[in-house]
């Protein structure tokens, strides 16, 4: 299948380039080859200087959308390039490139979502906070809750995408909290979600643009948020 990497990056100029360096070599060591392109999101330091250096495929918004927007513009340049499967892959580094395969295969074998998970078995080399862990199964217990499917790892940007999401995803795509905001809206509208085990790895360099799982206007923003997209999301099957 022709498969496109999406990989939102904002400051991310000490981390890009290892980045793009686990796709090449992905694609040296697969018969799987994969596209990418990097999204960089406004960044106010040398992310898209470094990636013009390098010739990396890249589109450079001149204003900062966050996460969701810069998200949505890879979707929408999959869409238009006829792509089967689009893949995020953060630019941060902390995914893991050997498992790629597994969440196309899941593509492949009729899923329509694939989400790359740290919590269904503890293959990480390294442990977010006990807070942001208990952040996240709540948000995981309010998906459920909403759509009756177990989700474990809500907030994983190692996702992958059908043609069916991909098109679904270049006309709306969540701006705030677009992670769990997504998942729920799929699972609602009846397509087949599937969670598979992955490993993450620590971030090198800098920090994450999310803001941390313990600040309590994050949680009650993200938790309405799944609740009107899983009202909204229900009636649009």
């Known amino acids: 299948m022709k498969v496109l990497m999406i990989i939102p990056a904002y400051n991310e100029e000490l981390n ?13 060591e697969s018969t799987n080859k994969i596209d990418y392109v990097i999204i960089n999101d406004g960044s ?33 340049y999959a869409l238009e390039n006829n792509y089967d499967v689009a893949m995020q892959f953060d630019g941060d580094g902390q995914h893991d490139e050997n498992y790629i395969d597994s969440l196309v295969k899941e593509i492949d074998n009729g899923a329509n979502f694939v989400i790359g998970s740290r919590f269904i078995e503890d293959l990480s080399e390294f442990k977010s906070s006990s807070t942001r862990r208990m952040g996240i199964k709540i948000l995981s217990m ?11 790892d809500p907030t994983s940007g190692f996702r992958a995408a059908d043609k069916k999401v991909i098109r679904l995803f270049a006309n709306h795509y969540p701006t705030e909290y677009p992670e769990p905001e997504s998942t ?40 309405l948020s799944i609740i009107i997209t899983s009202i909204s999301a229900g009636g649009r099957k």
């Open 184 to 223: 729920t809206e799929l699972i609602k509208r009846g397509l087949k979600v599937k969670e598979i085990p992955v490993k993450m790895h620590k971030r090198e360099f800098g920090e994450s643009s999310i803001k941390p799982l313990k600040s309590v206007y994050y949680m009650f923003s993200v938790c």
């Open 142 to 152: 309010l998906i459920k809750i909403c759509t009756g499917k177990k989700i474990y």
């Open 16 to 28: 890009i380039e290892n980045t793009v360096k686990k796709i090449i070599k992905y694609n040296k």
């Open 44 to 76: 106010t330091d040398g992310t898209k200087q470094i990636c013009e250096k390098n010739n990396y495929n890249v589109i450079n918004l001149i204003h900062n959308l966050g996460i969701g927007g810069a998200v949505q513009t890879g979707y929408k």
